[in-house]
């Protein structure tokens, strides 16, 4: 059974820093593209960060460039979701999610070309 379990998550203040991870099992995911995605109550799931299959490229939504950052470790079987500067509009679910074909590149933004989510995360930004 394949399975991406997100964890870290919680209260912050403005300005502070999460470090977000999704753990995946029941299958290999190193060679599969992965991403984030949040969902603020009210509002619609939005993309938030993609890493291609190979660890080389990284993408990212305006809103969260240059504070987040995006990483995978193959070896753990793991992804990473670095946010430092929140905001309080950074307040949401944050979902992780993985591509079902390797080696696969081209469309990160979009929640309909991933496959395999986790639960998500609540990441809480206060003032």
């Known amino acids: 059974q394949v399975q991406l379990v997100e964890s870290g998550g919680g209260l912050v203040q403005a300005g502070g820093s999460l470090r977000l991870s999704c753990a995946t099992s029941?299958?290999?995911?190193?060679?599969?593209?992965m991403g984030w995605f949040r969902q603020a109550p009210g509002k619609e799931r939005e993309f938030v960060a993609a890493?291609?299959?190979?660890?080389?490229?990284?993408y990212y939504a305006d809103s969260v460039k240059g504070r987040f950052t995006i990483s995978r470790d193959d070896a753990k079987d793991t992804a990473y979701l670095h946010m430092t500067s929140l905001k309080t509009e950074d307040t949401a679910v944050y979902y992780c999610?993985?591509?079902?074909?390797?080696?696969?590149?081209?469309?990160?933004?979009?929640?309909?070309?991933?496959?395999?989510w986790g639960q998500g995360t609540q990441v809480t930004v206060s003032t």
């Open positions: 999610a993985a591509q079902s074909a390797p080696f696969r590149s081209g469309n990160y933004y979009s929640a309909e070309a991933y496959r395999y």
């Open positions: 890493i291609s299959w190979s660890g080389s490229s990284t």
């Open positions: 029941g299958r290999s995911f190193s060679n599969t593209a």
